[in-house]
């Protein structure tokens, strides 16, 4: 990577030695709809956003579990989890953290795109990013929900589970969301849950209904 950087100096000559070309969509035989019909449901992402320790990864996690549960398809792309393997090479800068949320939604956008219900827990700080992954779901038909996992930063803080806030403050981690690294928090997010205020079952409670409302689930399966 690094040696990378020395050897094209510029982002622009990198593109231009790097862009795939000669490259042609191949369409399958199965449309969107029929795949839907065959398979018995739709698909889509669920995107949660929030500050570390708001709740994200706990309430996908209790989502994708009611959802299975219900035999409806979902997979959790998890922030961590996903920079072990696809987004090892990946740091906490405002670069590299727009190239972590670009990559998840074109992961997400697939596994939606396959009939599942794709559910990303990601901080995604900035508003851009987030926009960027609904677009990339809007364009191609995609439903894209956003959930802002929601609690005030003494009540992260006071969380803590991993123990990341107390490494911040005491400056061992840079560029921490919240507390030395902004957080654009949503304008108009599909599902806003303030889980200072919900208990997790009430916060997943608040999501398969609006998706039930929506259309999205069909609620015959959830009972
Ligand atoms: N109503 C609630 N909803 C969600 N989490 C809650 C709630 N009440 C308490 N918690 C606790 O808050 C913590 C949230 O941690 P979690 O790992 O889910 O956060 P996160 O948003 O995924 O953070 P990170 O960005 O660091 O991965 C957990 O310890 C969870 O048990
Ligand atoms: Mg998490």
Do not use: C
């Amino acid at each position: 990577m690094y040696l990378k950087q020395v050897l094209y100096p510029t982002k622009l000559f990198s593109l231009i030695f790097e862009m795939a070309t000669n490259i042609t969509w191949h369409d399958g035989n199965v449309s969107k709809e029929e795949r839907a019909t065959l398979l018995g449901q739709k698909g889509l992402t669920i995107w949660f956003t929030g500050l570390s320790a708001s709740g994200k990864s706990t309430l996908a996690t209790a989502l994708e579990q009611t959802l299975l549960h219900a035999k409806i398809s979902s997979y959790r792309l998890d922030g961590d989890n996903i920079r072990f393997g696809l987004n090892k090479n990946l740091g906490f800068g405002p670069d590299d953290r727009t190239e972590n949320i670009r990559r998840i939604a074109e992961v997400a956008k697939l596994f939606a795109d396959s009939t599942s219900i794709a559910l990303t827990a990601f901080i995604s700080p900035y508003r851009a990013d987030r926009d960027a992954a609904r677009k990339l779901h809007q364009d191609a038909g995609i439903p894209f929900i956003e959930v802002y996992a929601d609690a005030p930063l003494d009540v992260v803080e006071s969380r803590d589970p991993k123990g990341l806030y107390k490494k911040a403050k005491a400056g061992e981690i840079k560029e921490f969301t919240g507390i030395s690294a902004p957080y654009e928090e949503p304008l108009t997010p599909e599902v806003h849950i303030r889980t200072d205020q919900l208990s997790i079952e009430e916060g997943v409670q608040k999501i398969v209904e609006y998706l039930v409302a929506q259309g999205l689930v069909d609620q015959s399966k959830l009972q």
